[in-house]
Nanobody
Framework: QVQLVESGGGLVQPGGSLRLSCAAS????????MAWYRQTPGKQRELVAT???????NYADSAKGRFTISRDNAKNTVYLQMNSLKPEDTAVYLC?????????????WGQGTQVTVSS
């Protein structure tokens, strides 16, 4: 049974930093792409950042220059370092994994961790 456990969310003041983690267990197929999304009430889920097996990264414009995604393949873990946080970064952050072997693809979502940026 695949399980994604996220941690690191919380309340932070504007300008502060947080580091999110998402550890996957029970994975059978190799993890290809790892990503972070965020969700706020009444809005579509937004892609924040992605990282591939070769450590190629991609960021939403809102995250560029402030957020850094990284991964530890040995631990099946993806991280999101968030600096210079703004109130508009407040959201539930969810990790997303794409696992693939041959033509078989499985995708998994984490349960989400709340990030609140407020003074």
């Amino acid at each position: 049974q695949v399980q994604l456990v996220e941690s690191g969310g919380g309340l932070v003041q504007p300008g502060g930093s947080l580091r999110l983690s998402c550890a996957a267990s029970g994975i059978i197929f190799p993890i290809k792409t790892m990503a972070w999304y965020r969700q706020t009430p009444g809005k579509q889920r937004e892609l924040v950042a992605t990282i591939t097996t070769g450590d190629s990264t991609n960021y939403a414009d809102s995250a560029k220059g402030r957020f850094t995604i990284s991964r530890d393949n040995a631990k099946n873990t993806v991280y999101l370092q968030m600096n210079s946080l703004k109130p508009e970064d407040t959201a539930v952050y969810l990790c997303y994994l794409v696992c693939r072997t041959g033509v078989l693809t499985n995708v998994y979502w984490g349960q989400g961790t709340q990030v609140t940026v407020s003074s």
